[in-house]
Protein backbone atom coordinates (compact mmCIF):
# COMPACT_ATOMS: atom_id res chain seq x y z
CA UNK A 1 0.00 0.00 0.00
CA UNK A 2 0.92 3.37 -0.82
CA UNK A 3 1.54 5.02 2.47
CA UNK A 4 2.94 8.40 1.61
CA UNK A 5 1.33 10.94 4.17
CA UNK A 6 -0.10 14.19 2.34
CA UNK A 7 -2.65 17.26 2.79
CA UNK A 8 -6.54 16.15 2.86
CA UNK A 9 -8.27 18.16 0.33
CA UNK A 10 -11.96 19.62 0.77
CA UNK A 11 -13.38 17.20 -1.50
CA UNK A 12 -12.12 14.57 1.15
CA UNK A 13 -14.39 15.69 3.60
CA UNK A 14 -17.09 13.05 2.41
CA UNK A 15 -15.01 10.30 2.86
CA UNK A 16 -13.50 11.55 6.62
CA UNK A 17 -16.64 12.25 7.92
CA UNK A 18 -17.49 8.35 6.90
CA UNK A 19 -14.44 6.97 8.22
CA UNK A 20 -14.84 8.32 11.62
CA UNK A 21 -18.71 7.32 11.72
CA UNK A 22 -18.10 3.93 11.18
CA UNK A 23 -15.08 4.17 13.92
CA UNK A 24 -17.62 6.13 16.30
CA UNK A 25 -15.91 8.69 16.32
CA UNK A 26 -17.05 12.44 16.57
CA UNK A 27 -17.21 14.41 13.57
CA UNK A 28 -18.23 17.94 14.71
CA UNK A 29 -15.63 20.56 13.62
CA UNK A 30 -14.27 18.03 11.55
CA UNK A 31 -15.26 20.49 8.46
CA UNK A 32 -13.65 23.64 9.47
CA UNK A 33 -10.49 22.41 9.84
CA UNK A 34 -10.10 19.59 6.60
CA UNK A 35 -7.41 21.30 5.23
CA UNK A 36 -5.16 20.74 8.10
CA UNK A 37 -5.72 17.04 7.70
CA UNK A 38 -3.17 14.81 7.07
CA UNK A 39 -4.30 11.71 4.75
CA UNK A 40 -2.74 8.37 3.62
CA UNK A 41 -4.63 7.09 0.00
CA UNK A 42 -4.40 3.67 -1.25
CA UNK A 43 -3.78 3.24 -5.13
CA UNK A 44 -6.73 4.16 -6.27
CA UNK A 45 -6.38 8.22 -4.19
CA UNK A 46 -9.17 6.77 -1.92
CA UNK A 47 -8.52 7.88 1.60
CA UNK A 48 -7.88 4.73 4.01
CA UNK A 49 -5.90 6.95 7.00
CA UNK A 50 -6.48 10.29 8.35
CA UNK A 51 -5.86 12.26 11.53
CA UNK A 52 -5.38 15.84 12.55
CA UNK A 53 -3.93 18.32 14.80
CA UNK A 54 -6.23 20.73 16.22
CA UNK A 55 -4.40 23.80 17.71
CA UNK A 56 -6.12 25.62 20.72
CA UNK A 57 -4.88 29.23 21.95
CA UNK A 58 -5.76 31.24 24.84
CA UNK A 59 -4.39 34.91 24.77
CA UNK A 60 -0.53 35.45 25.28
CA UNK A 61 -0.17 31.40 25.23
CA UNK A 62 1.31 29.53 22.41
CA UNK A 63 -0.85 27.38 21.17
CA UNK A 64 -1.96 24.35 22.64
CA UNK A 65 -2.37 20.78 20.07
CA UNK A 66 -4.72 18.51 20.31
CA UNK A 67 -4.33 15.37 18.13
CA UNK A 68 -8.12 14.51 16.91
CA UNK A 69 -10.04 12.36 14.89
CA UNK A 70 -6.91 9.58 13.94
CA UNK A 71 -8.49 6.52 11.84
CA UNK A 72 -7.56 4.00 9.71
CA UNK A 73 -9.91 2.30 7.24
CA UNK A 74 -10.73 -1.26 9.30
CA UNK A 75 -10.06 -3.31 5.98
CA UNK A 76 -5.92 -1.61 6.85
CA UNK A 77 -5.65 -1.92 10.49
CA UNK A 78 -2.66 -3.87 11.97
CA UNK A 79 -0.36 -2.78 8.77
CA UNK A 80 1.73 -0.13 10.61
CA UNK A 81 -0.69 2.74 8.80
CA UNK A 82 -1.58 4.67 12.38
CA UNK A 83 1.92 4.58 13.35
CA UNK A 84 3.32 6.18 9.90
CA UNK A 85 0.39 8.76 10.55
CA UNK A 86 1.15 9.65 13.72
CA UNK A 87 5.00 9.63 13.55
CA UNK A 88 3.92 12.25 10.57
CA UNK A 89 1.97 14.57 13.03
CA UNK A 90 4.63 14.42 15.81
CA UNK A 91 7.54 15.28 13.57
CA UNK A 92 5.29 18.31 11.91
CA UNK A 93 5.58 20.07 14.88
CA UNK A 94 7.72 21.17 17.85
CA UNK A 95 5.02 21.77 19.97
CA UNK A 96 3.99 19.24 23.08
CA UNK A 97 0.96 17.22 21.72
CA UNK A 98 -2.35 15.78 23.75
CA UNK A 99 -5.39 13.55 22.85
CA UNK A 100 -8.32 12.42 23.83
CA UNK A 101 -8.88 8.22 23.56
CA UNK A 102 -11.42 6.07 24.37
CA UNK A 103 -10.18 2.56 22.78
CA UNK A 104 -6.96 3.41 21.58
CA UNK A 105 -4.44 4.55 25.04
CA UNK A 106 -2.25 1.26 24.46
CA UNK A 107 -1.61 2.49 20.64
CA UNK A 108 -0.73 5.86 21.28
CA UNK A 109 1.31 4.05 24.26
CA UNK A 110 3.45 3.06 21.93
CA UNK A 111 3.78 6.02 20.24
CA UNK A 112 5.52 7.84 23.01
CA UNK A 113 2.06 9.29 24.77
CA UNK A 114 1.66 9.28 28.29
CA UNK A 115 -2.11 9.10 30.16
CA UNK A 116 -2.32 12.19 32.65
CA UNK A 117 -4.50 13.57 34.75
CA UNK A 118 -7.24 15.95 32.73
CA UNK A 119 -6.52 18.10 35.61
CA UNK A 120 -3.34 19.01 33.91
CA UNK A 121 -4.78 19.75 30.57
CA UNK A 122 -3.87 23.49 29.59
CA UNK A 123 -6.79 26.00 29.74
CA UNK A 124 -6.91 26.40 26.29
CA UNK A 125 -7.64 22.76 25.47
CA UNK A 126 -10.05 22.17 28.54
CA UNK A 127 -12.41 25.05 27.16
CA UNK A 128 -12.56 23.23 23.76
CA UNK A 129 -15.62 21.38 22.47
CA UNK A 130 -13.53 17.87 21.94
CA UNK A 131 -12.90 18.20 25.57
CA UNK A 132 -15.80 19.65 26.53
CA UNK A 133 -18.18 17.46 24.92
CA UNK A 134 -17.27 15.43 22.34
CA UNK A 135 -15.06 12.61 23.98
CA UNK A 136 -16.86 10.89 27.29
CA UNK A 137 -15.43 10.84 30.81
CA UNK A 138 -13.82 7.63 30.44
CA UNK A 139 -11.44 8.55 27.84
CA UNK A 140 -8.11 8.63 28.75
CA UNK A 141 -6.14 11.73 28.08
CA UNK A 142 -3.12 12.03 27.02
CA UNK A 143 0.31 13.77 26.28
CA UNK A 144 3.80 13.76 24.79
CA UNK A 145 6.07 16.59 25.54
CA UNK A 146 9.09 17.22 23.69
CA UNK A 147 11.98 17.94 25.16
CA UNK A 148 13.89 21.12 25.48
CA UNK A 149 16.74 19.80 23.30
CA UNK A 150 14.38 19.35 20.70
CA UNK A 151 12.39 22.37 20.91
CA UNK A 152 15.16 24.68 20.48
CA UNK A 153 16.81 22.28 17.03
CA UNK A 154 17.12 24.12 14.19
C1 LIG B 1 -6.10 3.12 16.53
C2 LIG B 1 -5.85 2.97 15.03
C3 LIG B 1 -5.74 4.37 14.42
C4 LIG B 1 -4.52 2.22 14.82
O1 LIG B 1 -4.23 2.17 13.43
P1 LIG B 1 -3.43 0.91 12.79
O2 LIG B 1 -3.02 1.29 11.42
O3 LIG B 1 -4.22 -0.32 12.95
O4 LIG B 1 -2.16 0.85 13.77
P2 LIG B 1 -0.76 0.13 13.52
O5 LIG B 1 -0.92 -0.95 12.48
O6 LIG B 1 0.25 1.19 13.24
O7 LIG B 1 -0.53 -0.53 14.95
C5 LIG B 1 0.60 -0.28 15.72
C6 LIG B 1 0.52 -1.08 17.00
O8 LIG B 1 -0.55 -0.60 17.82
C7 LIG B 1 -1.43 -1.67 18.16
N1 LIG B 1 -2.79 -1.17 18.17
C8 LIG B 1 -3.54 -0.80 17.11
N2 LIG B 1 -4.74 -0.35 17.52
C9 LIG B 1 -4.76 -0.45 18.87
C10 LIG B 1 -5.72 -0.14 19.87
N3 LIG B 1 -6.93 0.36 19.57
N4 LIG B 1 -5.37 -0.34 21.17
C11 LIG B 1 -4.16 -0.83 21.50
N5 LIG B 1 -3.19 -1.15 20.58
C12 LIG B 1 -3.51 -0.97 19.29
C13 LIG B 1 -1.23 -2.68 17.04
O9 LIG B 1 -1.58 -3.98 17.50
C14 LIG B 1 0.26 -2.57 16.78
O10 LIG B 1 1.01 -3.28 17.75
P3 LIG B 1 2.31 -4.13 17.33
O11 LIG B 1 3.26 -3.14 16.71
O12 LIG B 1 2.76 -4.70 18.62
O13 LIG B 1 1.80 -5.12 16.34
C15 LIG B 1 -6.97 2.15 14.32
O14 LIG B 1 -7.11 0.91 14.99
C16 LIG B 1 -8.34 2.84 14.29
O15 LIG B 1 -8.65 3.54 13.33
N6 LIG B 1 -9.16 2.63 15.37
C17 LIG B 1 -10.51 3.24 15.43
C18 LIG B 1 -10.45 4.72 15.70
C19 LIG B 1 -9.68 5.10 16.97
O16 LIG B 1 -9.79 4.45 18.01
N7 LIG B 1 -8.87 6.20 16.86
C20 LIG B 1 -8.07 6.72 17.95
C21 LIG B 1 -8.80 7.75 18.73
S1 LIG B 1 -8.50 9.39 18.15
Same mark, same amino acid.
Given at each position: ??????????????????????????????????????????????????????????????????????????????????????????? *????? $??????? =???? /? @?? !??? #? *????? $??????? =???? /? @?? !??? #? *?????????????????
Amino acid at each position: MNSMVENARRTDLERIEALLNAAGLPTAGVAAIIEDFRVVRDEAGRVVAAGVIEWHAEEDREPDGLIRSVVVDPSRRGQGTGTHLIEHLKA *STKED $LYLLTES =ATGF /F @RS !LGF #E *SIDRA $LAPPALR =ASEE /F @RC !LCG #E *SAAFMRRLVDSDMRNAP
